[in-house]
Antibody, heavy 121, light 107 residues
């Protein structure tokens, strides 16, 4: 079965950087577009970014102001989210997610368990 | 950016009752509207895609309708496991956006 396992979360000081990873199994990773979605404590869901199956297309939420970068390494079945200039507003659980089938799906059938990021001094 | 507004914010109902949740878009999203359910401490679960199609394994008591800017998720008869938070999401335009959620709680 499909599994998505996030890692790399933790406590980080404001202004610092952090990189999250999401390791995928049970699917032909190179054929799936991959997304990051976050959820601040007690708040709703916020889509963050997507990287296409071929890695050539990336989109980001407007609110990120160019601070985040999504990338993928198909040799490791892993998608990354590099987060720079972090602030308290970035405190959230970060999920990786993908669609029910190969391609550029923009709905989320498979989700990881989430990795928490806390930005605090 | 397309803004999705969900109403009500909270719905208090009893098991067996019918639940009607609304999602309104700031501009047309055609039928590119998705619904999720989320329970505390869990990742969301896909319920309905493209406004009215149930995802794999979703019970028939869940149904979706609407197009353009106004969408509805209906749960015909609430089961105990249905009490949760429900989110809509549009996939018509980038960036993808979610609504703020509707919490369905036990009355």
């Amino acid at each position: 079965q499909v599994q998505l396992v996030e890692s790399g979360g933790g406590v980080v000081q404001p202004g610092r950087s952090l990189t999250l990873s999401c390791a995928a199994s049970g699917l032909i990773f190179s054929t799936y577009g991959m997304h990051w979605v976050r959820q601040a404590p007690g708040k709703g869901l916020e889509w963050v970014a997507v990287v296409s199956a071929d890695g050539g297309t990336k989109y980001y939420a407007d609110s990120l102001k160019g601070r985040f970068t999504i990338s993928r390494d198909d040799s490791k079945n892993t998608v990354y989210l590099q987060m720079n200039s972090l602030s308290a507003e970035d405190t959230a659980v970060y999920y990786c997610a993908t669609g029910p089938g190969p391609g550029g799906d923009t709905m989320f059938h498979y989700w990881g368990q989430g990795t928490p990021v806390t930005v605090s001094s | 950016e397309i803004v999705l507004t969900q109403s009500p914010a909270t719905l208090s109902l009893s098991p067996g009752e019918r639940a009607t949740l609304s999602c309104r878009a700031s501009q047309s999203v055609s039928n590119s509207l998705v619904w999720y359910l989320q329970k505390p401490g869990q990742a969301p679960r896909l319920l309905i895609y493209d406004a009215s199609n149930r995802a794999t394994g979703i019970p028939a008591r869940f149904s979706g309708s609407g197009s353009g800017t106004d969408f509805t998720l209906t749960i015909s008869s609430l089961e105990p496991e249905d009490f949760a938070v429900y989110y809509c999401q549009q996939r018509e335009n980038w960036p993808l956006t979610f609504g703020g959620g509707t919490k369905v709680q036990i009355k």
